[in-house]
């Protein structure tokens, strides 16, 4: 399989796949148990959600460890089963993407607040997400998707727990506010920057938002790098109708 950098080189759209959390739910998976622990308990049905991406036209696929780091698994005492969650996560995602599609190591934010808005240490924080990197390393992903970070001090830290353990790629990606900015009140133009001195393989947003102000902050993204730049908006944002929530956004006006 080509390498990811090598990729970066052209001018093509590379596809990711799409949310996780919500296909499993519309298979049944209950809202309040941890999606992360399917990697042990039912692997066959995250490696079906892998394969329809793939079959749909993916790329790239995110392995289901979005919530896989110590502090939110321990909200269902599953702390102790960090290593063997993301190297599962890992090894399903290979299994369904074979030599033909790469697999990324997904990480989301820790779920607790670092300095200076909480007790929890750079260097703290930064252990943290390198326990969790390096079983997604041991399970054989091919680069990092760093996402629906809003404190850019907290992806710092996710970064720095990367390049501590290796030098696979890093998509760094930053959520957004209808405002444009994150909700520490950071503009696209500053955050990006920064994740491009950092050493970010890949620039992006992702959910939050609907593609239109997803477009509106790459624009603004575009005028402070020249490194690709990533796009994984919401289908919009949801309405209210008679209590449910709907997203009016269509496939067409995605595209």
């Known amino acids: 399989m080509e390498n ?12 990711f796949d799409g949310a996780m959390g919500t296909m499993l739910y519309a298979k049944g998976v209950y809202i309040n148990r941890s999606y992360d622990e399917l990697n042990l308990t039912n692997p066959d049905l995250v490696r079906e959600v892998h394969e329809e991406y793939i079959r749909a ?3 790239i696929v995110e392995t289901n460890t979005y919530g896989a780091t110590a ?4 909200q269902y005492g599953l702390e102790g089963s960090l290593r063997l969650i993301n190297i599962a996560a890992a090894r399903i995602a290979r299994e369904a993407a074979g030599d033909r599609v790469f697999v990324a190591g ?5 779920g607790l607040r670092i300095e200076p808005y909480g007790p929890t240490s750079f260097d703290e924080a930064k252990d943290m997400f390198k326990e969790q990197i390096a079983a997604l390393l041991d399970g054989g992903v091919d680069l990092f998707a760093l996402e629906t970070f809003s404190d850019i ?10 390049r501590e353990l290796c ?4 998509i760094a990606q930053m959520t957004i506010l209808p405002d444009g900015n994150t909700t520490f009140g950071t503009t ?5 920057a920064r994740l491009d001195e950092w050493g ?12 239109a102000i997803v477009l509106t902050g790459l624009e603004k993204m575009r005028g402070v790098t020249n490194k690709k730049l990533a796009a994984q908006p919401n289908a919009g944002l949801p309405r209210d109708v008679q209590g449910r929530q709907f997203y009016m956004c269509s496939p067409e006006y995605m595209a």
Do not use: W, Y
């Open 57 to 59: 036209g993916a790329e």
């Open 106 to 110: 997904a990480v989301g934010p820790l």
């Open 200 to 211: 970010a393989d890949v620039i992006g947003l992702n959910c939050g938002v609907g593609p």
């Open 71 to 74: 502090h939110k698994l321990q």
């Open 4 to 15: 990811f950098r090598n990729l970066l080189e052209r001018d093509d759209v590379t596809v």
């Open 188 to 192: 696209p133009e500053v955050f990006t």
């Open 153 to 162: 001090s907290e992806m710092r830290q996710a970064m720095r727990a990367v």
């Open 167 to 170: 030098d696979l790629p890093i």
